[in-house]
C-alpha cells in the first residue's frame, strides 16, 4: 500500500518527467537530452565524390542492395562491416568509385529510414508517457483525498493503492528504455560516418 510520504514521491517523478518532456520546445515530444536532428546531413558523412544518380540506381545492383542490407544492421559488428565493404571494393573487376557510391547511397537512405523510425518511436513512447503522467496524478490525487477521509475505506485505498504502484512501474520501465533508445540516433550516425569513411578510402 502507498503512504502519504508515498504519494510525495509520485508527485516528485511526475514533475521530473515533465521537465524532461520539455527539454527542447521546437520537438515537444521530444524526450531525450541530446538535440534532435531529424535527418542526417548528407555532407556530416560523406566527403567522397558526388553521388550523383547513385541515389536511385543501387536498389537495382542485387549485390549492392545485399551488402548494404548486411552492413547496415546494427546486429553487424562494425569491424566486420567495414571488412566486408573492403572485400567488396576490392574484388578483381570492381569499379571502385562507382560501386563505393552505390554501395553508400544505399548505406544513407536506409540508415536515415532506421534513424527516422526510431525518432518516430520516441516521440511515440513520449505521448504515452504523457498520458501515463496524467493517469498516475490523477489517481494520486484521488488516493491522497481518500486518505484524508473522514472514514477512510480501507478497500478502496488498497485497490487504489495496487492501481498506482502498477502503473508506476510501467511507467518508469517506460523511462528506462527511452534513456536507452535515446542513444541510438547517435549510433546510427556514427556507424554511417565510419562506413562511409571506409568506402571514401577505398575509392581514394
Known sequence: MISRAGIGALFAII???QLCLAADPR????????????????????????????????????????????????????????????????APGTDKATAGKLVFAGLFEQLNAERSSVLSGL?????????AADKVRTDTI???ALQDATSPDQSKISELSNTLIWETRIFEDRRRVVKFVCEV???IDQRLFALGRTIQQEIE
Open 185 to 187: 540516433p547517435t549510433t
Open 123 to 131: 516521440e511515440r513512447v513520449t505521448r504515452k508517457q504523457r498520458e
Open 27 to 90: 520537438y515537444p515530444d521530444w524526450p531525450c537530452a541530446q538535440a534532435k536532428v531529424p535527418e542526417i546531413s548528407l555532407a556530416a558523412v560523406w566527403a567522397g565524390p558526388p553521388l550523383g544518380d547513385a541515389e536511385e540506381k543501387w536498389k537495382n545492383d542485387p549485390k549492392v542492395s545485399a551488402l548494404v542490407e548486411k552492413v547496415a544492421a546494427r546486429k553487424t559488428p562494425l569491424d566486420d562491416a567495414q571488412k566486408a565493404i573492403t572485400e567488396f571494393l576490392s
Open 15 to 17: 514533475a521530473s518527467t
Open 142 to 144: 484521488a488516493l491522497q
